[in-house]
């Protein structure tokens, strides 16, 4: 095991993947840092920080810089798996993917439907989202629930180093288009990751904590908040098993309903706003296929239906917290 961050777990295995296959290519705004910049052409590497090193290893043939252009950017990738290139196509802000939705909708996610399975789409398109860094409406969102919602994507969201790194590798040896969620406020966050060749298959979710009483579900920044209120819980004894579903499509439903046929409570938590969302989608399966093992109604814990604020302290209320996922979890004991 080796200690690292989430950002360097994705940079070492996107190094790893690139020495592996020669097929791998990576793509997207300002990845190499732009020629003629001071210090030469990695002196920014990606503006998180994620793709340096790439290109003095790689070259400008596997290491591409774009324009500004979110269409051009995924529909290069698309052209590219067709033609049998296995590219990662990063977006610096997942706010944007609205811009390159037909490529991702309409192309890349019913390619192996609409050419009856004699085509694959080995695209990873990774997107940099979430709030918490002072980035404003734009910038802050959460739209892995927008992109669950279409058949034929994969969508992951890595909580941990560990599972970025086995996600990831998973992502880029499969045959199928995957929208890779990072979450900017994680890109620092350390943990233990296993040296070697590591995998973690999709649609198998993580407990992250154990206990009987209530069952929280949750993914990305979310899963360390609820860490924490489930930490802070058991300390009054109280217990609660904490679900990290790793990635939303495909959905582990069978931990989630395992979990709640034996607490009988579930608190949902989702950073992205409660309508047609994330936590909406879970309530929905719980209410419907473990109903009689409910002892209260499932809690939604979101952020509010609004666009996210700029000013630090209305941001900080905006985004779901510790606090709040205590205060859920309590009003589902409430129910006896």
């Known amino acids: ?15 790893a993947e690139m020495e592996r296959n020669p097929d791998v290519v990576i793509l997207g705004e300002d990845i190499v840092g732009g020629n003629g910049t001071a210090g030469g052409p990695e002196a920014i590497g990606g503006i998180w920080g994620a793709t ?7 070259g400008p043939d596997r290491v591409i810089d774009t324009p500004i252009s979110e269409s051009a950017i995924v529909g290069a990738a698309a052209g590219l798996a ?29 390619f192996r439907y609409m050419f009856g399975g004699k085509t ?9 989202y979430g709030a918490g860094m002072n980035a404003a409406a734009q910038h802050s969102q959460s739209v892995y629930a ?5 058949p034929g994507l994969k969508v992951v969201l890595p909580a941990t180093p560990a599972d970025a790194k086995g996600l990831l590798t998973e992502a880029l040896r499969g045959d199928d288009p995957v929208m890779f969620f990072e979450h900017k406020a994680l890109f620092g966050a ?21 206990g009987g ?22 300390a009054e004894g109280i217990g609660c098993d904490v679900i990290d579903l790793r990635t939303t499509s495909p959905m582990d439903d069978e931990a989630i309903l395992d979990s709640v046929e034996a607490t009988g409570r579930v608190v949902i938590v989702d950073e992205s706003s409660p309508r047609c969302s994330l ?3 879970i309530a929905a399966l719980v209410a419907s296929r473990a109903f009689t093992a409910l002892k209260a109604p499932p809690e939604m814990v979101t952020a509010p239906h609004s666009p996210i604020p700029f000013a630090r302290e209305l941001e900080k209320a905006w985004l779901p917290s510790p606090i709040g996922i205590e205060a859920a979890v309590r009003r589902t004991l409430a129910f006896r």
């Open 1 to 15: 095991m080796t200690v690292m961050t989430i950002r360097d777990a994705i940079n070492r295995t996107i190094h």
């Open 52 to 58: 340096g090193g790439l290109y003095a290893k790689f």
């Open 82 to 110: 067709l033609a049998g290139k296995r590219p990662i196509a990063e977006l610096m802000f997942a706010d944007f993917v609205g811009v390159s939705l037909d490529q991702l909708w309409n192309q890349m996610a019913k």
């Open 120 to 128: 694959n789409c080995p695209a990873v398109v990774r997107l940099v």
């Open 146 to 150: 927008m992109l669950t919602a279409i």
């Open 190 to 210: 350390k943990g233990e990751v296993p040296d070697g060749d590591y995998r973690i298959p999709f649609g198998q979710a993580r407990m992250a904590r154990e």
């Open 213 to 234: 009483d209530v069952t929280i579900v949750t993914c990305g920044r979310m899963v360390s908040f609820s860490e924490r209120a489930a930490d802070k819980l058991a």
């Open 279 to 281: 936590a909406a989608d």
